[in-house]
Every structure is written in structure tokens, then in C-alpha cells.
């Protein structure tokens, strides 16, 4: 079975700091999907990026970015430029090929200090 | 994109009520639908994976006499908590996606508290 850890469960950094989140896991599969989600207070889950493990090219999405490392099995989520609205839980998730079933990370508590 | 509709978003109703939950992917096809539960400043708790004109997958744990899951259509699953007792308050939230290795989808959720 796949397991996620988020090893931080709370963190905190000025706005316009850069921030980097921890995610690592463990799985015998050597195809899957690797995402991170962000829930605000709203609680309404927002995807904020995806990786194939196919690709050793890191995602990036405008101010975040992943460093996806496959051997080490390490999936960092990285904010550049924070904003206070990047205030939220953010959730590293695991999926296997052929399924559509996510696997949650614990979670990380991140807030953005004025 | 993709959105999935999630309704009531809030519910308060007393002990022994049934509640039904609705999850409806609005532009796009769902053959399976995902219902998890959260506790406060924890994270998602896979309950349940509903397929479409068949019976749902539950978790490990989780009664399924206590939370009936349907999947009539394509576009509609729901989640009917039965008998609901105070401890089933909590936080239940449905996604989707329209195929494997694509991001899921999730509804706003529901706040669902039993007096």
C-alpha cells in the first residue's frame, strides 16, 4: 500500500518570503501521479499542481513549483513570492496509474504573516 | 474546468435523522465518484469509492449499513447518512474525475452536525 507524509505540520513565513513544503512517500509502483492540493479556510479543495512521474521535468505553476525527486521519492512544493491568500492546508497526494483513488499526506498548516 | 456541485453545504438536524448528501459533476461524465470525511485539522478521510450502476467500495472501518452510497447516474452519486448520531458530525466532501490520472474534483463539501 502507498503512504504520504508531510513531516511539517505547521509552518509560517512573511508574505513575499519563498516557502518550501515537504512531502515524501512510499510505493513499489513505478508509474503514478503526484499532486498537491490547498484547502483555505473555506475548505473548498483547490488543486494547486500535478507531476507524471514519467517526467523528470519539474511542474511549475506560476509562483509554485515542485522539486520532484523520483529515487529518493520526495515530492517538495515550493511558493515563491507569498501571498497572504496562499494561507491554507496544503495536501501532497499519491496516485497510482490506472487508478483514479488519492492517497493523502497529513497535511501542512501554512500561514502568511502581513 | 471540470466542476462538481455539492449540496446541502451545511446541515444541523437532530439525532436519528437520515441525511442525504448530493454530489453532481456538472460538465463532465464521472463512472467514479470519491466521498471522504474530514475531522478538524485533519486531513481527508477516504470513505467510500462509489462506481456508477454498481455497488460502492468502502473502506476498511467505515459501516456501510451507517452511510448508503448511490450512484444512479453518470453525473449523480449520493451519500445518506442513516440514523445520524452526534458522532457523525463532521465535515463530508465528494469528488470526481472523468478519468484515471487526472486531478479529482471536489464539491465544497458539508458541515453536517447532529443535536
Known amino acids: 500500500a502507498q503512504t504520504v507524509t508531510q513531516s511539517q505540520p505547521e509552518m509560517s513565513v512573511q508574505e513575499a518570503e519563498t516557502v518550501t513544503l515537504s512531502c515524501t512517500y512510499d510505493t513499489s509502483e513505478s508509474n503514478y501521479y503526484l499532486f498537491w492540493y490547498k484547502q483555505p479556510p473555506s475548505r473548498q479543495m483547490i488543486l494547486v499542481i500535478r507531476q507524471e512521474a514519467y517526467k523528470q521535468q519539474n511542474a511549475t505553476e506560476n509562483r509554485f513549483s515542485v522539486n520532484f525527486q523520483k529515487a529518493a521519492k520526495s515530492f517538495s512544493l515550493k511558493i515563491s513570492d507569498s501571498q497572504l491568500g496562499d494561507t491554507a492546508m496544503y495536501f501532497c497526494?499519491?496516485?497510482?496509474?490506472?487508478?483514479?483513488?488519492?492517497?493523502f499526506g497529513q497535511g501542512t498548516r501554512l500561514t502568511i504573516n502581513p | 474546468g471540470a466542476v462538481v456541485s455539492q449540496h446541502p453545504s451545511r446541515v444541523i438536524c437532530k439525532s436519528g435523522t437520515s441525511v442525504k448528501i448530493e454530489c453532481r459533476s456538472l460538465?463532465?461524465?464521472?463512472?467514479?465518484m470519491f466521498w471522504y470525511r474530514q475531522f478538524p485539522k485533519q486531513s481527508l478521510m477516504l470513505m467510500a469509492t462509489s462506481n456508477e450502476g454498481s455497488k460502492a467500495t468502502y473502506e476498511q472501518g467505515v459501516e456501510k449499513d451507517k452511510f448508503l452510497i448511490n450512484h444512479a447516474s453518470l453525473t449523480l452519486s449520493t451519500l445518506t447518512v442513516t440514523s445520524a448520531h452526534p458522532e457523525d458530525s463532521s465535515f463530508y466532501i465528494c469528488?470526481?474525475?472523468?478519468?484515471?490520472?487526472?486531478?479529482?474534483?471536489f464539491g465544497d463539501g458539508t458541515r453536517l452536525s447532529i443535536l
Open positions: 469528488s470526481a474525475s472523468d478519468r484515471d490520472g487526472q486531478p479529482q474534483h
Open positions: 460538465d463532465f461524465q464521472a463512472t467514479t
Open positions: 497526494a499519491f496516485m497510482k496509474q490506472g487508478a483514479q483513488k488519492l492517497v
